[in-house]
Every structure is written in structure tokens, then in C-alpha cells.
């Protein structure tokens, strides 16, 4: 099925260890986005990319870096972990005015730092 | 720089009774506005949402949400809510001039559908 993949889905790190999160998506979007959720606080963005070949930062992007390998997948590294890094992160892809504005969102990867 | 705000962090009610989960926005240019559900271990969902033409915004199962611009909100609401509507709820803003169509989230509601 079409949609945004993200792996792993669960994953345990110990503080100061590095990790590369993945995700693709196969809708032929232009702009893919990384988000944080943790309880009480929604979503919020860590990176963007707006188009292949460019990537910005969000909200909250200290401790983190992306990369638009092409235009199918952005990845999110973290290279040193911390606590303060738990949460669930969801990748997210858009077509913005062809594809309504609209996000798709990946399932989430669930990472535990201890 | 736009902002959102959802009212109620959490909003329990009983199966076929009415619901309305609050937004309000912040922003100082025009936007477009959306409702995503996320149910419990799931990734989000688009709901509903509104670009322009009528400000009544209806989704498939029912819910239903209305762009009021002179109060910047865009609540949304369900004459009938079922078990099936536990989840919780996100308000979105996205500025419709922008190039980088970055959506900015409100912290959700939790509905909670009791039998």
C-alpha cells in the first residue's frame, strides 16, 4: 500500500549512543517533515525538507540532523542520545497544493533513551 | 508566526451523546486549518479540513467542523459520537501563503467515549 514507512517502529538506546531513523515514502511527495509527540505537548517539528536537495530546521531541532537522501527518504540521526530525546517520532510526506495540503503520516517509531 | 490552541486537553462523554472539541488559532496572515485523529497506537489521520469556499466542513464519519474567522476557531463537532470515536484529536494551522507548508499542531484532545 501506498504511504510513508518508518523503521524501526521500537527502539531502546542508552544515553550517548547514535541512531539513524529511517523513512520513505512512495507517494512522489516533494516535502517530507520529522515530529517529536510527547504527552501533552502534540506534535512538533524537528526538520523539514521542502523539496529534495534542501532541509530546515523546526521547532526543536538541537540534538538532531536530517538528511533527503532523494525524494523518496529523509532520515532522522541522532548522534548522541539523551533522556530528554524519548518520545515518538513520526515522519510525514506532502504534495502541499496537488495533494490538498494534507500530510500522510508514517506510523511512528517508539525510542526509549536510558 | 502562527499558533494553536485547543481548549480542552481532555473530554470524556457517553456513546450518542453531542461532542465539540475547541481550536483556536493565532496568525497573522491567511491560513488553512485541519482536524487529524489519531487513534491509539496509530500513526495521524486527516479528519477534515479547510482551504476556502464553505466555511461547514464535513469528514466521512460524521464530524463536522466550522471556520469562524472572526473568532479564529474552527471546532469540531458530532451530532452522535460512537466507542469507535475514542482518540485523540489535533487541531492544525498551515500558513496558506507560505513555501514551505510547515503545519503547526495544537497538544490534542483525548476524547473518550464511554458506554
Known amino acids: 500500500n501506498a504511504g510513508v514507512t518508518q523503521t524501526p517502529k521500537f527502539q531502546v538506546l542508552k544515553t550517548g549512543q547514535s541512531m539513524t531513523l529511517q523513512c520513505a515514502q512512495d507517494?512522489?511527495?516533494?516535502?517530507m517533515y520529522w515530529y517529536r509527540q510527547d504527552p501533552g505537548m502534540g506534535l512538533r517539528l524537528i526538520y523539514y525538507?521542502?523539496?529534495?536537495?534542501?532541509?530546515d530546521k523546526g521547532e526543536v531541532p538541537n540534538g538532531y540532523n536530517v538528511s533527503r537522501l532523494n525524494k523518496r527518504e529523509f532520515s532522522l540521526r541522532l548522534e548522541s542520545a539523551a533522556p530528554s530525546q524519548t518520545s515518538v517520532y513520526f515522519c510525514?510526506?506532502?504534495?502541499?497544493?496537488?495533494?490538498?495540503?494534507?500530510?500522510?503520516f508514517g506510523s511512528g517509531t517508539r525510542l526509549t533513551v536510558v | 508566526a502562527q499558533s494553536v490552541t485547543q481548549l480542552d486537553s481532555q473530554v470524556p462523554v457517553f456513546e450518542e451523546a453531542p461532542v465539540e472539541l475547541r481550536c483556536n488559532y493565532s496568525s497573522s496572515v491567511s491560513v488553512y486549518l485541519f482536524w487529524y485523529v489519531q487513534y491509539p497506537n496509530q500513526g495521524l489521520q486527516l479528519l477534515l479540513k479547510?482551504?476556502?469556499?464553505?466555511?461547514l466542513v464535513e469528514s466521512i464519519n460524521g464530524f463536522e467542523a466550522e471556520f469562524n474567522k472572526s473568532q479564529t476557531s474552527f471546532h469540531l463537532r458530532k451530532p452522535s459520537v460512537h466507542i469507535s470515536d475514542t482518540a485523540e484529536y489535533f487541531c492544525a494551522v498551515l500558513n496558506s501563503g507560505g513555501s514551505n507548508y510547515k503545519l503547526t499542531f495544537g497538544k490534542g484532545t483525548l476524547l473518550t467515549v464511554n458506554p
Open positions: 479547510y482551504l476556502s469556499g464553505s466555511t
Open positions: 510525514a510526506s506532502s504534495e502541499a497544493q496537488r495533494g490538498g495540503y494534507g500530510y500522510t
Open positions: 507517494m512522489n511527495h516533494n516535502s
Open positions: 525538507s521542502a523539496s529534495e536537495g534542501t532541509t
